[in-house]
């Protein structure tokens, strides 16, 4: 977890040691050809640690390979410049929510109203988990260059917009089918597609990393949230 900085402050250097990533970057990305996914992984954890902290404008390469422990030089093995590790780490977001979504959402023999009710609880433990990508995914979405974009970025972009279209989706599919089923009543299934993505996505704006947060209480938290977007949608039936 990410510790706070001042402006101006620096990154605090971590041991020069060997530690595991706690993701698997599987996603489209300008690092991908690299056999070696397990530093990119590294890299990318940290870039979403100190771009969470700093912003983009005030993380320099430096920053991140202070967090790492390491020189900006093995950072350029992965990536060309700052701009492109800052779209892989939004990319990463929506790439890892729509995995778990689609996972937990996959799950023959249950009721369609669950598989929803799974499908939003998976969403909020992988913001939780890996809350600083998702934070900054936030950010990236409203992100305006100025100039001339390179090919890198319009593609990250078009993959970010693609993913969030397939997320959006999802949640209509799980939401359309428990409306087959009789769980719920919309009146607009697409309405009801972008109320219930965003009250998934406002977790990322009230939810404190810096809290110590045991896995039950995130457990709780997300529970709560599946109960909430689920109660928001079932709204009783009209007789005609």
Not at 198 to 213: E, F, H
């Amino acid at each position: 977890m990410a510790v706070a900085l001042s402006r101006g402050e620096k990154m605090p250097s971590l041991p020069r040691k060997k530690r595991k990533a706690a993701l698997e970057p599987l996603w489209e990305s300008e690092g991908r050809s690299s056999v070696k996914r397990e530093g990119r992984a590294l890299v990318l954890e940290a870039a979403a640690d100190a771009f969470m902290e700093r912003g983009y404008a005030a993380t320099s390469l430096d920053d991140i390979a202070t967090l790492l422990g390491t020189t900006k030089g093995q950072i350029y093995h992965y990536y060309r410049s700052k701009i492109d590790l800052y779209f892989d780490v939004a990319v990463g977001a929506f790439y890892m929510i729509n995995a778990r979504v689609g996972e937990a959402a996959e799950h023959e023999g249950l009721s369609a109203i669950e598989r929803l009710r799974r499908g939003v609880h998976a969403a909020a433990m992988e913001i939780m988990q890996n809350y600083s990508f998702h934070r900054v995914a936030l950010e990236a979405t409203q992100f305006q260059l100025i100039g001339r974009r390179s090919t890198t970025q319009e593609r990250a972009q078009e993959r970010i917009a693609a993913l969030r279209k397939q997320l959006e989706m999802r949640l209509g599919d799980l939401i359309g089918n428990a409306v087959k089923e009789g769980s719920l009543h919309v009146p607009s299934i697409p309405l009801a597609t972008k109320a219930a993505g965003g009250s998934i996505a406002w977790l990322t704006v009230w939810y404190d990393p810096k809290r110590p947060t045991p896995p039950e209480k995130c457990e709780r938290i997300a529970s709560g949230v599946a109960d909430f977007v689920i109660g928001g949608l079932c709204q009783p039936e009209v007789a005609p």
